[in-house]
Nanobody, 125 residues
């Protein structure tokens, strides 16, 4: 089973940028869609972005569209989330996730069955 490890979180001022990375351990990484979700204190986990197994299709939540970009490198078993023009409301723990079924993707958390440990992103105003 694939294991996921996120990195790249931190503290940034509003308007700044961060790049999150997620490293996957399994050789079959390239068969699975990947997603990023986030969870703010006192709130439920919410969808941020997803990318298809081959990187050709992406989807974003409206709250991050135009500011965040998801990408993947199947040769390196990594998926990234470039976050620009950050806002205080982007503050959350960000989780990388791998889809449960090969070649399928979705925006609901139940499409994904493997999760990283999360990385904290804090945006100050």
């Amino acid at each position: 089973q694939v294991q996921l490890v996120e990195s790249g979180g931190g503290l940034v001022q509003a308007g700044g940028s961060l790049r999150l990375s997620c490293a996957a351990s399994a050789r079959t990484f390239s068969n699975y869609a990947m997603g990023w979700f986030r969870q703010a204190p006192g709130k439920e986990r919410e969808f941020v972005a997803t990318i298809s197994w081959n990187g050709r299709s992406t989807s974003y939540d409206d709250s991050v569209k135009g500011r965040f970009t998801i990408s993947r490198d199947n040769a390196k078993n990594t998926v990234s989330l470039q976050m620009n023009s950050l806002k205080p409301e982007d503050t959350a723990v960000y989780y990388c996730a791998a889809a449960a079924v090969p070649y399928q993707r979705g925006v609901r958390a139940d499409y994904y069955n493997t999760w990283g440990q999360g990385t904290q992103v804090t945006v100050s105003s």
